[in-house]
């Protein structure tokens, strides 16, 4: 940063006169990058001065200079000569110029989080005085919490300053909607969970990692969960609560005596489940009735799967629901 105020410095070692008493001087601390105007005291208008800076570039006025000193701190010199009008050539001066600049360095320049987090920008910083960050908070370090570039300039004892800028890139979350809770029954058995974000990667509840789960209806409530995880790291969640209709009713026994009253083995909450299977065995194990998918035709009367009747006993039964349920076992007793 350039300080366009030129202050002018006077060297006071000009010849007096036509003599060449003279002596040299330090000058006061220069910032880095600023510009100062020096100039000399006693000068009659007449005589010619020769001008050499180490460290820093100047304009040449004859009997001052505006100096641009450059952004390397340390020692530095300016050296002027006289000749006068009668051609007299004074000694060389020399007078040294600090030049001072601060360094401060915001440790990462480009820094990534996800939207809802925060990221502490930190300094590493030498010979200063004062820090001030762009929304006017003084301290080493700066919380950020959206995406932006963000500024600290720095100063030291002297009033030279420096300054850096650092980004901060803050990524958006997967988007996860699983939609309101939701109940299954007669008229809907089943609902998809799509949560496709491209390049993402998944975790259900159950362990699946693909974008989508397709839940069915089950007897007891389901919690369905899923975290998504983006290219970016960043992770979104949702859970959503698929709720039952109650408790599958299972008759213990059933009478295929054709009075028209309890003919069937009549299961009715089994028409939600589109992929169940139901299986019934007689006390040998011989499995007498099978049923893939459950409706009115599909009610088991009685009979074996050649259709011949068969005699009053217990007979053991497996439901499958084909939902990620345990099996349903139990006994149904057939009374003529």
């Not at 006061?28 to 007449?46: H, I, K």
């Not at 803050?170 to 949560?195: K, M, Q, R, Y």
């Not at 998504?228 to 026994?253: K, L, Q």
């Amino acid at each position: 940063m350039k300080y366009l105020n030129r202050i002018l410095f006077f060297l006071f070692f000009l010849v007096i006169l036509s003599g060449f008493n003279s002596y040299a001087q330090t000058l006061p601390v220069a910032c880095g990058d600023g510009e100062v105007l020096y100039g000399v005291v006693g000068d009659n208008g007449n005589s010619i001065f020769v001008w050499e800076v180490t460290g820093g570039t100047f304009i040449d006025y004859n009997d001052s200079i505006l100096v641009t000193w450059n952004d390397v701190a340390g020692m530095h010199y300016i050296k002027v000569t006289e000749t006068n009008i009668y051609g007299c050539v004074g000694e060389q001066l020399v007078d040294s110029v600090i030049v001072t600049i601060p360094f401060v360095d915001i440790l990462d320049d480009v820094a990534e989080i996800c939207q809802g987090e925060s990221y502490t920008f930190e300094t590493d910083a030498s010979d200063i005085s004062s820090y001030l960050w762009e929304d006017g908070s003084t301290g080493e370090t700066f919380i950020a919490t959206i995406s932006g570039d963000y500024w600290v300039r720095v100063e030291d004892e002297y009033g030279c300053t420096s300054s850096d800028t650092a980004a901060l890139i803050a990524h958006e979350l997967p988007v996860v909607d699983l939609g309101p809770d939701t109940t299954l029954g007669d008229d809907v058995n089943s609902i998809l969970f799509d949560v496709y974000n491209d390049g993402a990667i998944y975790d259900w509840f159950n362990g699946d990692i693909s974008s989508s789960y397709t839940a069915y209806a089950q007897t007891i409530d389901q919690e369905i969960w899923v975290n998504v995880t983006n290219e970016f790291g960043c992770v979104a969640s949702d859970t959503v609560v698929v709720r039952s209709y109650g408790e599958i009713e299972i008759p213990n026994a059933f009478t295929p005596n054709d009075d028209g009253t309890n003919d069937v083995w009549e299961i009715e909450q089994l028409f939600v489940f589109d992929n169940v299977t139901i299986d019934v065995y007689n006390r040998w194990g011989e499995r007498v009735f099978h049923s893939s998918g459950y409706s009115v035709d599909k009610y088991w009367n009685g009979t074996n799967q050649k259709g011949k009747k068969l005699p009053m006993d217990a007979y053991y039964y497996v439901i499958d629901l084909h939902n990620d349920e345990e099996p349903i076992v139990g006994t149904v007793t057939i009374i003529r």
